[in-house]
């Protein structure tokens, strides 16, 4: 599986089948549209969910390769994924996406980018106490959150607490360029995972199975 980052290459390469991305990359992304447009259809799952899907997951694989685009895809997504979970009444990532995620993808571009070392940058592990303490923190600031969503009626509120205190962790470790993220982030979407199929959006939970697919490879690409 070759390092070639998307911002450093040739825009198209005739080995590719999608432009800037790799044959296993390409496969992976294929198939998972492939899958989701067809049970969608099949089963009339909401066209909205499945739009976020799509956008979501080359968010996801340009996360994995350390790409810069990561941050158009990144800012879309969290703008599409904000239309459902307020259809869903998930409060407890409205905020969350308006006032931390968002924010954090844009400090994440240019943290990446401050830092890049011809098509990559480089990362690593942070090391016990940097994994500890960011436990203890996604942990913390979930169970105190799932308080507040409590008071405002969220319908899962302890789950989707969680969630959000893991995703709060992973991005900060991400905007560090920790390898942690993406245990962080494999984390956060299995509590998502549980989250969605709760709220009976499959289309939502099959992503978030890809997605978990994807940490893999990240972590694999970001340790190497």
């Known amino acids: 599986m070759g390092k070639r980052s998307m911002i450093s290459r040739a825009p198209f390469d005739e ?11 390409s496969a992976f992304i294929i ?15 909401p066209w909205m969910s499945l739009v976020i899907s799509l956008v979501c997951i080359l968010e996801e694989v340009l996360a994995a ?18 239309t459902n979970i307020i259809s869903h009444s998930l409060w407890g990532e409205v905020p969350m996406t308006i006032l931390v ?22 990362s690593s592990f942070g090391g016990p106490y940097i994994f500890v303490k960011s436990l203890i923190f996604a942990i913390a600031f979930g169970i105190g959150y799932s308080i507040i ?6 319908p899962f509120p302890l789950l989707d607490g969680l969630s959000t205190g893991f995703t709060v962790a992973m991005a900060i470790l991400s905007i560090k360029r920790l390898n942690d993220t993406w245990i ?3 984390i ?20 978030f199975i890809v997605a978990a697919i994807n940490t893999i ?8």
Do not use: C
């Not at 080995?15 to 990359?25: K, Q, R, Y």
């Not at 490879?217 to 340790?223: A, D, N």
């Open 184 to 186: 962080f982030w494999m």
């Open 101 to 122: 995620y968002i924010p954090m993808v844009i400090l994440q571009y240019s943290q990446w980018k401050r830092h890049m070392a011809g098509e990559s940058f480089p």
């Open 31 to 45: 198939a998972f549209y492939a899958a989701e447009i067809s049970m969608t259809i099949a089963f009339g799952w």
């Open 217 to 224: 490879y990240g972590l694999s690409f970001w340790s190497n």
């Open 149 to 154: 969503l409590r008071i405002i009626g969220d």
């Open 15 to 25: 080995s590719d089948i999608i432009p800037g991305f790799s044959l296993w990359e």
């Open 188 to 207: 956060a979407i299995i509590l998502d995972i549980a989250l969605w199929i709760m709220a009976g959006d499959m289309s939502m939970m099959i992503y």
């Open 65 to 82: 390769k350390k790409s810069l685009v990561t941050v158009i895809f990144g800012i879309s997504s969290y703008a599409l994924y904000l």
